[in-house]
């Protein structure tokens, strides 16, 4: 039984070492970079960085810029999640289309269709002038608002998914039992619903938050180089400033952040899945 | 035997389901339902699946909407009072513990939705679980229950908050069969100490007739027949009631002449007599007990020859051989080596035994 185990473990060859030359190997070669200068290990590079208060309240936006929207995105997601769940055969297609399709079409793509909505005379803005809630155009593109509203928007199926999976394993009973035990909606919701899809709610938020920490197009095209976040900074070091020593170490705290919050929600949910 | 005084066999209506209809999708499942339930009383809604009988404890509950007609509970009208306001517990046949909750959470729970402080739950819960043996068990996981355990802690759970009824959805099916049967002398001493009136729904007619005062035979959304176990046993209303509950003989047949409330049956294996009158060429279902057959001539004799007999313990059952749809069968008490497949064996038994039904009832 062992031997056979381990021969099958064999069929997972390819892909590590795919992984290992492909991503783990040139990672490591770019984290080295941001420990070394001239041969030598030295950690100045992070001295500087985090010593330019320019670099840090471009951390500081990178990071705010990721926590709402993950916050936005689950605020939209858990409701949507929650109807799914419940729903069946045609509808329930119709959801699941809704949400895996618009990933098929290009981010770039989207964020020009934004544009016609956010611009100064987009749509919004005609509609909000128009019902005369104000005078005149608000100034939306460029702005941190924009890009939290289209990046929620992008990331949106990966919070969705997760939550819908793990409300979708729970049995209906249980908030029935629930309501037999006098159970109001709001205390079954909060008491049995809640809890039990937080496995789902952990995972949908670290997925979108590892991908909102490191967005790259969705800031670009919408903020443009005004609001400079962590990717874009990495990006500029290396194409514009030809600064390589810089823009590892930008990565290297990028890739940190990501792999905290990786291993922060394994854990919770490890935790969250050993309670159940 | 008589069920005892405090208990009332129906007559003040403390349950009353009146004239309940539901489809689903347009497909209906019961129309004009009508179900009453005595105070005190332990009820089983007894069928095949599909028949209705899990709906009809859904809508009690409030789980389920009826689409027509009224559900009493002690003279209220609760037909569209919410699950929650209803005070009516209910036992799953999965027990739909929380699973992110230790046993004694999941007992404080109805508690707990009442407005309870955590700690006022205490006393109530640690007495909840002496009642079903489970204080040991208060600090676990409910995963880590086995079948039996995890019953228990469902039937807690609904017992705490003194609901004012307790439905039971099949809830000994998961259980093995040495378990199921302790378990439902527990349970059902349990609920006749605290007078507790309860309906359980089962497919299985060994537990409806173990555990239940009264049992409602369904069969596609109707009541073919609420009466006692041994009422049901002795004098199904209907051929389906008949082969639901318990086994028996069961052959068709085509009557041939009929006098003073006394039948004659032509069957392929016989004449046979039976009461009741029924019309010349009526053709209609026989029906006996197996242990009231006996091997040796009586009013009805039928020589069968044997396809097999089976030797149980505390009875032997002779199977005669017999038609598609047609079934001989006859007990003999004890174990009984005397008989082979192949034997001719006589089987007799009383006029007064023969169930006999019009076909097609």
């Not at chain 1, 951390?59 to 419940?86: E, K």
């Not at chain 1, 005004?226 to 990565?251: K, V």
């Not at chain 2, 005595?38 to 095949?48: A, I, Q, Y």
């Not at chain 2, 508690?111 to 040991?136: F, I, N, Q, T």
Request: glycine share 8%; with cysteine; aromatic share 8%.
């Amino acid at each position: 039984m062992t031997g056979r185990a381990e021969r099958i473990g064999l069929l997972a060859l390819p892909g590590l070492s795919f992984l290992a030359v492909i991503y783990a190997l040139p990672l490591f070669m770019l984290l080295l970079k941001s420990v070394q200068i001239d041969g030598q290990f030295s950690i100045a590079e992070y001295i500087a960085f985090f010593s330019d208060s320019y670099n840090l309240s471009v951390l500081w936006r990178t990071l705010r810029v990721a926590l709402l929207t993950t916050g936005l995105a689950l605020i939209i997601a858990y409701p949507t999640a929650i109807i799914m769940a419940r729903a069946k055969g045609f509808w329930l297609s119709v959801f699941l289309v809704a949400m895996v399709l618009p990933m098929s079409v290009g981010v770039v793509v989207k964020a020009f269709a934004w544009t016609i909505l956010f611009r100064t005379r987009g749509v919004l803005n005609d509609t909000l002038m128009s019902l005369g809630i104000t005078d005149a155009p608000i100034r939306m593109l460029f702005t941190e608002t924009a890009l939290i509203i289209g990046a929620a928007n992008v990331f949106l199926p990966f919070m969705v998914l997760p939550i819908y999976a793990v409300l979708r394993q729970m049995d209906s009973r249980l908030p029935e039992a629930a309501a037999s035990l006098g159970a109001t909606p709001v205390f079954r919701f909060m008491n049995v619903t809640l809890p039990l899809s937080l496995p789902g709610v952990v995972a949908g938020c670290a997925f979108t938050f590892s991908l909102a920490i490191s967005m790259y197009v969705i800031p670009s095209l919408i903020v443009g180089e005004r609001q400079q976040t962590l990717s874009m900074l990495t990006a500029r070091s290396f194409l514009y400033l030809r600064n390589e020593a810089l823009g590892a170490t930008i990565s290297s705290i990028l890739l940190l952040i990501a792999i905290s919050v990786v291993l922060a929600s394994s854990w919770a949910a490890n935790r969250l899945g050993a309670r159940q | 035997m008589a069920p005892p005084a405090s208990r009332d066999m129906g007559d003040s209506k403390y349950l009353d389901v009146t004239a309940v209809g539901k489809a689903f999708k347009g497909a209906p499942v019961m129309s004009g339902m009508d179900f009453r339930v005595g105070r005190g009383e332990l009820v089983s809604l007894l069928g095949p699946s599909g028949c209705g009988k899990t709906t009809l404890l859904r809508i009690i509950a409030g789980l389920t909407t009826a689409d027509s007609g009224e559900v009493l509970l002690d003279g209220r009208a609760i037909t569209s009072t919410p699950a929650h306001k209803r005070n009516i517990s209910v036992v799953f046949q999965s027990y739909a513990l929380f699973p992110h909750l230790t046993v004694a959470e999941n007992v404080a729970f109805g508690l707990r939705a009442r407005g309870h402080a955590k700690s006022d739950c205490g006393p109530k819960v640690v007495e909840a679980l002496a009642l079903v043996r489970m204080s040991d068990f208060a600090e676990r996981k409910v995963a880590a229950l086995s079948g039996g355990q995890q019953q228990r802690v469902a039937v807690a759970r609904a017992l705490i908050v003194d609901p004012v009824l307790l439905l039971l959805d099949e809830p000994f099916s998961a259980l093995d069969r040495k378990l199921r049967e302790t378990m439902q002398v527990e349970l059902k001493t349990l609920l006749r100490d605290r007078n507790m009136t309860a309906i359980f729904v089962t497919h299985d007619q060994d537990e409806a007739m173990g555990v239940s005062d009264r049992i409602a035979v369904m069969n596609a959304g109707q009541i073919e027949q609420f009466a006692t176990p041994s009422e049901l046993y002795s004098r199904p209303a209907s051929a389906f009631v008949m082969d639901f509950v318990g086994l028996s003989t069961r052959l068709s047949g085509e009557v041939i002449d009929c006098s003073e409330n006394r039948s004659t049956v032509r069957s392929a294996y016989g004449t046979i007599h039976a009461p009741g009158t029924f019309a010349t060429g009526a053709r209609v279902t026989i029906g006996v007990r197996p242990e009231l057959v006996q091997t040796r001539p009586a009013e009805n004799t039928l020589n069968v020859t044997l396809a097999d007999a089976m030797v149980l313990g505390s009875k032997t059952q002779l199977h005669g051989r017999a038609e598609t749809g047609d079934r001989l069968l006859c007990e003999v008490p004890g174990m009984n080596s005397d008989y082979a497949p192949g034997d001719t064996v006589t089987f007799g038994w009383d006029v007064a035994d023969t169930l006999v039904y019009e076909a097609g009832t």
